[in-house]
């Protein structure tokens, strides 16, 4: 890990598909720049329901195969968005996909919503003191939408980032490395308001109906915005990723939708809060880079963080 780009941006999630539907934009953006950037994925999403019937098979209540097919889709996907370093956290079914809220898949031996945050954070740790990011994306302390899996996502990329700073934590696993700046996945209210005004009026028959703005994780109102990322240059890269997504995404034009059918609108500039560092935002109150602020080359492999 001695050559890597100047700038590391690392992001954390709880299954595949969360990354683009989130940050494809972001992640095309960087790894076009030629920043390194690095996915950890918490699970294989083994609990996610199948979009394609001829899929169905697939599934935890049938096959229970969809966790191994869904690390295809995550590759396409970066193939999609130019992600090359993308991982599991601990490997490909260290932990599984913990189903949704209330259903017994929470407490299954292996789910990842069992697992002590501090194990699962020593996964992460491990990627943090190799790769050295500046910035890490997560998820809020919900996770977004409430999610188990998400939540966990978050506790488990929140703490790694204090370990994998602190000296006297396994000091075999690395130097300490501080990240720079964290950010949390957010969506202003009026941006998905706007857009499913659009996909109302619109009204693409792939979808037998519209999701609701409560539907869309991680959204806030307009204050706790920090950083907005993205634009119609990395729109082609994000709907592509979200394609590779075949079981779990189903995309028309500027809209998709996930398993229970209702259209939403693919969100081309993806937003931020910043919750750890120092933000350098533009005239409006808002950065257009997550690396603003940052000295060039700050905390490089095999320097001293
Ligand atoms: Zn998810």
């Known amino acids: 890990m001695k050559d890597l780009p100047a700038r590391r941006l690392l992001l954390v999630h709880a299954h595949p598909d969360d990354e683009s539907i989130n940050n494809g934009a972001t992640m095309a953006r960087y790894a076009a720049e030629g920043a390194h950037v690095t996915l950890v994925t918490c699970t294989r999403g083994e609990e996610g329901e199948v979009i394609p019937p001829e899929l ?17 889709e995550l590759a396409d996907a970066m193939r999609e968005l130019g ?18 809220t209330g259903t017994e898949q929470n407490h299954r031996p292996g789910a990842f919503w069992g697992a002590p945050v501090d194990e699962a954070a020593g996964h992460l740790v491990e990627v943090i003191r190799s790769v050295r990011p500046q910035v890490m994306v997560t998820y809020d302390p919900e996770g977004g939408y409430g999610h188990p899996d ?37 969506v202003p209210r009026a941006v998905v308001e706007a857009g499913f005004a659009r996909l109302r009026a619109e009204a693409p028959a792939a979808f037998p109906g519209v999701a609701d703005v409560q539907d869309v994780p991680g959204v806030v109102g307009e204050t706790l915005i920090t950083a907005e990322i993205g634009g119609s240059d990395a729109a082609a890269a994000k ?67």
């Open 56 to 72: 169905a098979h697939l599934a935890a209540g049938r096959d229970d195969t969809l966790g191994a097919h869904r690390v295809g």
């Open 150 to 186: 998400h939540i966990q996502a978050h506790r488990v990329a929140m703490r790694a980032a204090d370990l994998a700073a602190d000296p006297a934590y396994r000091p075999a696993s690395g130097a300490p490395h501080t990240i720079a700046k964290i950010y949390w996945n957010r």
């Open 239 to 305: 709907t592509a990723a979200m394609r590779a997504h075949a079981t779990q995404i189903a995309v028309d034009g500027p809209y998709f939708a996930l398993s229970n059918g209702l259209g939403q609108p693919v969100l081309t500039t993806e937003y931020y809060q910043l919750v750890r560092g120092s933000a350098e935002p533009g005239d409006d109150g808002r950065e257009r880079d997550l690396f603003a602020g940052l000295p060039a080359g700050a905390g490089a492999p095999g320097a001293q963080a």
């Open 83 to 100: 992600v090359t370093d993308h991982r599991f956290l601990g490997g490909p079914g260290r932990y599984r996909d913990s189903g949704m």
